[in-house]
Nanobody
Framework: QVQLVESGGGLVRPGDSLRLSCAASGRAFSSYGMAWFRQAPGKDREFVSA????????YTADSVKGRFTISRDNAKSTVYLQMLSLKPEDTAIYYC?????????????????WGRGTQVTVTS
């Protein structure tokens, strides 16, 4: 039904910025709640940020609050994650996820659709 493709990851230095993009193809993207999760080496998946179908509601994890901002452009069927002041502990594979719902969630099992991820590496 829906395919999600992440892009924008890369290798950066501490303090640098990146903007991740998630391009969606399929039906009714504007009806989907979307989120970003990440998984660092040797760790479980961690919630990063979520945004409701119309952008009216967002939630961002405390670990990245104030540095990361989620947004979406339904006309382009794209979700973004703007990441500022990156730290080495932000190093992870970042996944874009979605669910056809008016709601959003911090739980990874709530989402139906997952991208394959994009690697973010922050090192000095």
């Amino acid at each position: 039904q829906v395919q999600l493709v992440e892009s924008g990851g890369g290798l950066v230095r501490p303090g640098d910025s990146l903007r991740l993009s998630c391009a969606a193809s399929g039906r009714a993207f504007s009806s989907y709640g979307m989120a970003w999760f990440r998984q660092a080496p040797g760790k479980d998946r961690e919630f990063v940020s979520a945004i409701s179908w119309n952008g009216d509601s967002t939630y961002t994890a405390d670990s990245v609050k104030g540095r990361f901002t989620i947004s979406r452009d339904n006309a382009k069927s794209t979700v973004y994650l703007q990441m500022l002041s990156l730290k080495p502990e932000d190093t992870a594979i970042y996944y874009c996820v979605g669910k056809e719902s008016v709601a959003i969630s911090r739980s990874p099992t709530w989402y139906d659709y997952w991208g394959r991820g994009t690697q973010v590496t922050v090192t000095s």
